[in-house]
């Protein structure tokens, strides 16, 4: 059972009540903060009633890997390593924590210190269609495994790449 990535795509203006308080209890805050959620009922509840404000997806260990190697932190603003991971919880390594997480097996509140919101740029190239559904071109909404490309496109490339 995969995990959920969540992405915050539009601002604070002219948003439904109920929606800024489920934004407010997913610690969606702001655009582009990602937060990674269990996937079950309650959060798959959540999401619908916000679906016009964010995005999500399952994604596999390899994307929550990259995600906390490269924009998680930890109280300070120090970035998540390792060894932080191996001192701080029951993992031995980032990526040990993201398979259980993937799993259903962790969380990120597993460790302790450990900010629960990823702060991402805006994706590269932009989003395509900030007020209309996935399925319609945009991107809002559900977008399955196609969230790894939204994911790819706020991180930063990998040394070599073009």
Not at 61 to 72: I, M
Not at 90 to 116: C, M, Q, T, W, Y
């Amino acid at each position: 059972m995969p995990a959920i990535v969540a992405v915050r795509v539009r601002g604070h203006a002219r948003i439904r009540r109920d929606a800024v308080e489920t934004m407010e209890m997913l610690r969606l805050h702001r655009p582009n903060h990602c937060v990674l959620l269990p996937q079950d009922e309650t959060t798959k509840g959540m999401l619908q009633v916000v679906k016009d404000y964010v995005t999500w997806g399952e994604v596999g260990h390899e994307t929550v890997a990259r995600l906390l190697f490269h924009k998680g932190e930890v109280v300070g603003g120090a970035r998540l390593t390792d060894s932080y991971v191996k001192d701080n919880s029951g993992h031995a390594s980032i990526l040990s924590l993201a398979k259980a997480v993937e799993k259903g097996e962790a969380r990120l509140s597993d460790v302790k210190g450990l900010k629960p919101v990823l702060r991402l740029p805006p994706p590269r190239g932009g989003y395509r269609g900030a007020k209309i559904s996935f399925v319609d071109g945009g991107a809002l909404g559900y977008r399955g495994a196609e969230i790894d490309k939204l994911v790819d496109c706020m991180l930063p490339k990998p040394k070599g790449a073009k």
